[in-house]
C-alpha cells in the first residue's frame, strides 16, 4: 500500500492486517498485559468462520508514531462489564486493506438484539433521505467480522458525511426520537470536507466555537467555520 492511500487512512477506519503483522501486534500486546488477559489478544490470529479476520480500529495518535498506524484492538467479549480495547500501532506494509465506516455501512447485519433492530430502522430513514452514513463501534465490528460485538445496551455509533444543515438536523431529530422510544443511545459525528468531525448536536447549539477531532488532533473551530464545511 503507498504513502498516498496510508495518508489516506481517516479515524474509525477497519484496517485489514497481514498474518505477519497480527502476530507481531499479538506478542506486544501479550508482553504488556496481565496474565488474566493474554488470550484476549489471541483474537488477532483467529480465522473467523467466515474467513475474515478481527480488524483494526484507525485512531488518531496520542504520541508520535512515525511511520506506524496508530489504531486499536477491541474483543467481543465484555472483562468486568466493559469493553476491551486495547491501543497498538501497526507497520504500513503491514496493511492489507481498509473498509471505511461507509463501506461496513452496507455490509448486511442480523437483528438479534435491540440495537440491531433500531440499527435497521436508521437505516431505513437515511435511505429515504438519501444521507450518506457510515456506521462505527462495535456495531461495525460485528457486521464485519459476524462475531457478537453488540448487545442489548450497546450503543450506535454513526458518522454522517457532510450535507446540508438541514437535512443534518432532520436526521439528528428523528434518530433522537427513536433513540428515546427504544431507550438506547445514538451517537451521531459529522464528517466535514475539511476532514475534521463533530458532533451533530453541537451543529444547532448556541455556541461560538465547536469540538473538532481529526486525525492529529482536537480544535476548536468557529462555527461559521463548520458550517462553511457542511454542504
Not at 105 to 133: C, D, F, Y
Not at 165 to 186: D, M, N, S
Not at 189 to 201: D, S
Amino acid at each position: 500500500m503507498d504513502k498516498a492511500k496510508i495518508e489516506s487512512i481517516k479515524r474509525h477506519d477497519l484496517l485489514i492486517i497481514s498474518r505477519a503483522g497480527r502476530n507481531q501486534i499479538r506478542q506486544t500486546l501479550a508482553e504488556r498485559l496481565p496474565a488474566t488477559e493474554v488470550y484476549l489478544a489471541d483474537i488477532l490470529v483467529t480465522e473467523l468462520d467466515n474467513h475474515r479476520t478481527v480488524p483494526l480500529i484507525a485512531r488518531r495518535a496520542d504520541e508520535y508514531a512515525g511511520d506506524k498506524i496508530p489504531c486499536g484492538l477491541v474483543h467481543p467479549e465484555l472483562v468486568a462489564g466493559r469493553r476491551w480495547r486495547q491501543a497498538c500501532f501497526v507497520e504500513a506494509e503491514q496493511l492489507e486493506g481498509l473498509l471505511t465506516p461507509y463501506q461496513i455501512w452496507q455490509l448486511p447485519i442480523g437483528i438479534r438484539n435491540k440495537a440491531l433492530q433500531t440499527l435497521a430502522e436508521l437505516k431505513s430513514i437515511a435511505g429515504n433521505m438519501q444521507l450518506t452514513v457510515g456506521l462505527l463501534g462495535s456495531l461495525a465490528l460485528e457486521a464485519y467480522t459476524g462475531l457478537s460485538y453488540s448487545n442489548e445496551r450497546s450503543d450506535i455509533d454513526l458518522i454522517i458525511k457532510a450535507a446540508a444543515a438541514e437535512q443534518i438536523q432532520e436526521f439528528l431529530v428523528r434518530a433522537t426520537e427513536l433513540a428515546a422510544r427504544q431507550q438506547i443511545k445514538i451517537d451521531l459525528e459529522i464528517e466535514l470536507t475539511n476532514g475534521y468531525g463533530v458532533k451533530a448536536p453541537e451543529l444547532f447549539m448556541d455556541t461560538k466555537t465547536i469540538l473538532a477531532k481529526g486525525k492529529y488532533d482536537v480544535v476548536l473551530l468557529k462555527r461559521a467555520d463548520v458550517l462553511s464545511c457542511l454542504i
